[in-house]
C-alpha cells in the first residue's frame, strides 16, 4: 500500500459521510480507518451545531476534534468540550432580518443558541424535518433573542433555497453572511464565518495545513472549504455551486462516495 498524499481528511455530515438514514457505511468506516491508520486525521466538519453532532460522532467512535456550528465551534469529541465558540451578534441578526423581511416579506425562523446544550429553537411556521434531532418550539418571538446563538434559520413560504439565499445575500451582505446548508435550510451566520475558518483552526491544532488537506461535501456552505483544502470532493449528490468548484466529482452518499476516493488514494 503507498502512502497515503494527504495528512487530514475532512468531511461534511449530511449528505456526505452519512446516508439518508443518518448512518456511515462499513465500507465508509473502513476507508476512514485504513487512512487514520495511515498516517492522516479525519476531522468532521458539519454546519450542525454540537447537541446536533455528539451522538454521530459517538456512534463512529470519534474522540477528535470536529468543526460544528458552520464553523463556529470547535469541539473536543473525547473530551466533551468546546474548544471555541463564536456567536451571532443578535442586534446585527435582528436587523438583518427585518432588512430581508422588509424585501419578501414574513419568513419562519428558527435558531441554535450557543454551547454544549445549546438548544434548537422553532418559531411558528418553520417546517421540521423529519427525523431524532431535538427542538423546542417557541412562539413569543423574544425568546428567540432571550440567550446567545450561533445562526438563525429561515424559511419563505414561497421561495425556493436558491432564491432566499441569493435575495438575502444581496439585502444584507454586507450585515451577515448568509448560506444554504441543505433542503430547506438556509442560514445566518456572523460575518466572515464559514466552514474554512473553524478548519483553519483546528488543521493549526493538529499541525496541518491547507496543501495536505482533501476535503468533501455536498452544498454551497462547502465551497470555502473547498477554497481553502489542497482538493475538494463534490459527492455524487452536490448541489451544482459546489460541483462547479470541485477538484473532482465522485459517487453519492448513498453510493460510498467518499470510500470510492479514499480507496483509490491508498492504492494508488
Not at 424559511?155 to 448560506?179: K, Y
Request: glycine residues 10%; hydrophobic residues 45%.
Amino acid at each position: 500500500m503507498s502512502p497515503f498524499p494527504y495528512r487530514l481528511v475532512a468531511t461534511d455530515l449530511d449528505g456526505t459521510l452519512l446516508r439518508a438514514d443518518e448512518s456511515v457505511s462499513d465500507r465508509t468506516r473502513a476507508a476512514l480507518a485504513a487512512v487514520t491508520e495511515a498516517g492522516a486525521a479525519h476531522i468532521v466538519v458539519t454546519g450542525r451545531a454540537v447537541p446536533w453532532t455528539r451522538h454521530i460522532l459517538d456512534d463512529l467512535g470519534y474522540e477528535g476534534i470536529a468543526v460544528c456550528g458552520q464553523g463556529a465551534q470547535v469541539y473536543h469529541a473525547g473530551e466533551h468540550r468546546l474548544l471555541t465558540s463564536l456567536t451571532l451578534d443578535r442586534q446585527l441578526a435582528g436587523l438583518a432580518l427585518s432588512k430581508i423581511e422588509a424585501e419578501i416579506g414574513p419568513l419562519a425562523l428558527a435558531a441554535s443558541r450557543d454551547g454544549l446544550e445549546g438548544e434548537v429553537l422553532m418559531g411558528p411556521g418553520y417546517q421540521v424535518q423529519e427525523g431524532p434531532l431535538p427542538y423546542v418550539p417557541y412562539e413569543d418571538p423574544a425568546e428567540l433573542w432571550a440567550a446567545p446563538l450561533t445562526k438563525l434559520y429561515l424559511q419563505h413560504p414561497t421561495l425556493s433555497d436558491d432564491e432566499l439565499t441569493r435575495i438575502a445575500r444581496a439585502t444584507v451582505g454586507g450585515l451577515v453572511d448568509v448560506v444554504m446548508a441543505g433542503p430547506g435550510i438556509v442560514e445566518i451566520l456572523p460575518l466572515g464565518l464559514s466552514k474554512a475558518t473553524g478548519l483553519s483552526l483546528a488543521a493549526r491544532r493538529l499541525g496541518v495545513k491547507a496543501a495536505e488537506t482533501i476535503a468533501f461535501g455536498d452544498m454551497p456552505n462547502d465551497i470555502p472549504m473547498f477554497a481553502w483544502a489542497a482538493h475538494g470532493v463534490a459527492m455524487g449528490n452536490a448541489h451544482e455551486e459546489l460541483r462547479a468548484v470541485a477538484s473532482e466529482v465522485t459517487s453519492s452518499n448513498e453510493e460510498d462516495g467518499i470510500a470510492v476516493v479514499l480507496e483509490r488514494l491508498l492504492s494508488a
